[in-house]
């Protein structure tokens, strides 16, 4: 089985780790789990941040995930049987949320037995829920190395990358109008931001899709969508925020759309075409 040596040949840590929040020993305390050694070494050797589209939780975050997910989706389990086929925690053998992606996405591990042989299931509820015979570094190796068809995740980028966590902006652009196609108006911003790598898709047919990918020169993460409105979210390194309005605008007018509004995720206003 693949260790965190193979791992870091295929996808290099970053020099200087971004230290996690929170305390991996308190979190085995208050769960009464001992977490997997692959996944502690794993979080010291990479720190916070982002394989690809798949963000490693912090100690709080897994704490709090763990906290809500029999409460959260218990109730819909029961109306839904089929969409989650496995125990939750801190029932026998639950799922425990380990990572997740910007699609929804949850990497978990199956808890019962000895903690370094737990394995991984990948489960989106609003889709299906697969299990690997892997641990979460084992997991990771084999995806990214393009040995394990996981099709929740999509395929993997040719050359994967980690994202240290970073300060970023978050800009919502929200739109109106366009006569051409989706797929044009998506490599019209695309081309915008080049050169991008994909970071996973969602395409609910009527209900919509999202596209994820990165501005991999600029450091830009962003995503297309008609799923959840029309519109453009972009995630930035605040020092390029000049550049980030004049690049996504000017798309918007190229792509032959208009601006309704542009927020903050949190809904505050931000940037104007007068700026």
């Not at 190395?145 to 929740?152: A, F, T």
């Not at 596209?211 to 962003?222: C, I, N």
């Not at 792509?255 to 931000?270: D, L």
Request: charged residues 25%; proline residues 9%; negative net charge.
């Amino acid at each position: 089985m693949a260790t965190l040596d193979d791992l870091v040949l295929l996808i290099t840590p970053p020099e200087n780790p971004v230290g996690f929040g929170g305390d991996w020993q308190a979190v085995e305390v208050e769960l009464g789990l001992v977490l997997p050694s692959d996944f502690k070494e794993l979080a010291a050797r990479y720190g916070e941040g982002d394989f690809d589209d798949i963000s490693l939780l912090s100690p709080d975050d897994l704490l709090t995930s763990a906290r809500d997910l029999l409460p959260m989706a218990g109730g819909f389990r029961d109306e839904f049987p089929e969409a989650v086929p496995f125990p939750l925690w801190p029932e026998p053998g639950g799922v425990l949320e380990w990572a997740r992606t910007g699609n929804g996405d949850s990497l978990c591990w199956l808890t019962g037995g000895v903690p370094d042989d737990w394995t991984t299931v990948v489960w989106n509820p609003r889709d299906s829920a697969d299990r690997y015979e892997s641990s979460a570094v084992a997991f990771l190796c084999a995806y990214f190395g393009g040995e394990l068809d996981v099709p929740l995740l999509g395929s993997p980028p040719p050359a994967p990358w980690f994202d240290p966590r970073r300060d970023r902006s978050h800009v919502l652009v929200r739109l109106h109008g366009g006569e051409l196609p989706y797929e044009q108006r998506l490599r019209i911003l695309r081309d915008a931001v080049r050169p991008t790598a994909d970071r996973g898709a969602f395409d609910g047919g009527e209900s919509g899709r999202q596209d994820h990918f990165k501005a991999v020169g600029r450091d830009w993460l962003l995503t297309y969508e008609n799923a959840y409105g029309h519109g453009i979210r972009v995630a930035y390194p605040p020092e390029d925020d000049e550049e980030a309005r004049t690049v996504i605008l000017d798309a918007v007018d190229a792509m032959g759309c208009q601006v309704r509004s542009i927020t903050t995720y949190k809904g505050e206003p931000i940037w104007s075409r007068g700026e």
